[in-house]
Structure formats: structure tokens, C-alpha cells
């Protein structure tokens, strides 16, 4: 199966946050938000921009500040030539794929994994930042705590035990694939760079490894695109403006003090 190391890095952080949500579906123009009244006794309110929702997948929303906790964990880098808004717009497809995934795990109704393996995926995200003081320090800035790590780690490796028990047996490499391999991509590319082209008994295993996690890649992205045509999914990252559903909070500016 896939790397759970390379998979769980690309899970996206819930916000722990009480926001107004204002949930449209594709069909529909987004309703406008509900705001709270200024209180009576402070006449001085200013509204300000909290969060918006970008996507919504199956009134489930996904917000803008869960792309940012993907970025400020450092799970997911920019590739080369890739603007700020391209890597945004990546993330959060990623994130919808995700949501997906995480739906149809909670309709199948799978059992917790074990702790030891979501401490190991913990540790390893932990392992990004310099020390312990700057990994909850930047869990504090994106609003987030080490137990809503765990939790999204572990609904992140119930989704590739998932993947392993009902996808891994579609996936079959067969040894005239690994030939095959072997002598029309392996050799030709050892070739090219000049190096030493190992017998084929010393990497049968590997190109092994290889074929299949690529064809179990192959079982998930149609895993995927059948989930979600068969879901609502709701995409707002690239409108601008009124068209977007927001999520706001009330600011109440206090009267200055008098001198």
C-alpha cells in the first residue's frame, strides 16, 4: 500500500473554531450570513472577515484557514514555478479528495487504529519543526491542539486501512510486468546515466513494490472520482466578492477612555 507516512502528510487540520456557517449547494446562489446584532450597550461595531468557506462537500465545508494549517504544518510545499494561489487551489483539492474519503469511511463505520501508529505519524509532522517549543507554538497559531492532530491522523490511517483491505486485492503484479519493467524502463534508464545495470534478481522485489503502489495509486484516484461523482461538491476558491459564503465575528470597538 501506499507510504502511510507520505499519505497522512496530506491531511487537512479541522478548525476547532464556533463560526456562523453558511452552506450552499452548487444549484443555488450561497445565502447570505447570519450576523450577530451588535450589543445594545456598545454602539461602536465593526464587522470584520474571520474565515471563509471554500468548498462545501456535502454541507460539509471546508474552510480557508484549513488550507492554511496544511501550509503552516508544512504539509504540502510548493512546487517549482508554482504561485501562492496555484499551491492554494492544489491544497484544497486535496483536501476535497480527502473530505471524500473521510465520508465514505464514516458511512462504512471502521474501527480506531492503533495509538502506537497515530503517535508515529504525529511524531513524524513533529519532526518538521526545530523542537517541541515550535511545534506547539505554531499549533497555537494556526488554532489547533495536539489532540485534533491525533484525531485527523487517525481518520487519516483509517483511510488507508481502508484502502489496503477493500482496494489492495484489485492490484495484482504479475512477473512478465516486472519484466517488462525491468527491460523497458529500469535498464534503459541505468543506461542513460551510466551506471551499473543490476541483475534483475536483486530488484525483482522492489519493481514489485513499485508497480504495485502505483497501481493501487491508480485504485484510489478511481476510488476518488467515483466518490465524487456521486457527491455535492461545492468549489469557491476561484469567486471573489458577494458570490462567496463568509464566515464573519463582531468586533466591538470600546469608546476610548476619557483623559
Excluded: C
Excluded at 496555484?86 to 474501527?111: A, K, N, S
Amino acid at each position: 500500500m501506499p507510504n502511510s507516512a507520505a499519505l497522512a502528510a496530506r491531511l487537512t487540520l479541522l478548525p476547532a473554531l464556533v463560526v456562523l456557517l453558511a452552506a450552499a449547494s452548487p444549484a443555488t446562489a450561497p445565502p447570505k450570513p447570519a450576523v450577530a446584532a451588535p450589543h445594545p450597550a456598545m454602539p461602536a461595531t465593526q464587522l470584520a472577515l474571520k474565515d471563509r468557506i471554500v468548498a462545501v462537500v456535502d454541507e460539509d465545508p471546508i474552510l480557508n484557514s484549513d488550507i492554511d494549517r496544511v501550509l503552516g504544518l508544512g504539509l504540502a510545499q510548493a512546487k517549482p514555478g508554482e504561485g501562492e494561489t496555484d499551491l492554494r487551489r492544489r491544497v484544497l483539492g486535496t483536501l476535497i479528495d480527502q473530505r471524500l474519503r473521510f465520508h465514505e469511511i464514516d458511512r462504512f463505520g471502521f474501527q480506531q487504529v492503533p495509538v502506537d501508529q497515530i503517535e508515529q505519524n504525529v511524531a513524524e509532522i513533529r519532526s518538521r519543526f526545530k523542537d517541541e517549543a515550535a511545534f506547539n507554538q505554531r499549533l497555537k497559531e494556526l488554532g489547533m491542539t495536539l489532540a485534533s492532530l491525533k484525531q485527523l491522523v487517525g481518520r487519516q490511517l483509517m483511510v488507508l486501512t481502508y484502502v489496503d483491505e477493500r482496494l489492495g486485492p484489485r492490484v495484482f503484479v504479475s512477473l512478465e510486468d516486472i519484466n517488462a519493467y525491468y527491460r523497458d524502463v529500469l535498464v534503459p534508464e541505468m543506461k542513460k546515466q551510466r551506471q551499473p545495470v543490476p541483475p534483475i534478481e536483486e530488484v525483482r522485489e522492489k519493481i514489485r513494490g513499485l508497480l504495485k503502489d502505483q497501481r493501487l495509486n491508480q485504485e484510489i484516484d478511481r476510488w476518488t472520482e467515483e466518490l465524487r461523482n456521486k457527491a455535492d461538491v461545492a468549489n469557491y476558491f476561484d469567486q471573489r466578492g458577494n458570490a462567496l459564503p463568509p464566515i464573519v465575528k463582531t468586533i466591538v470597538k470600546k469608546p476610548p477612555k476619557p483623559s
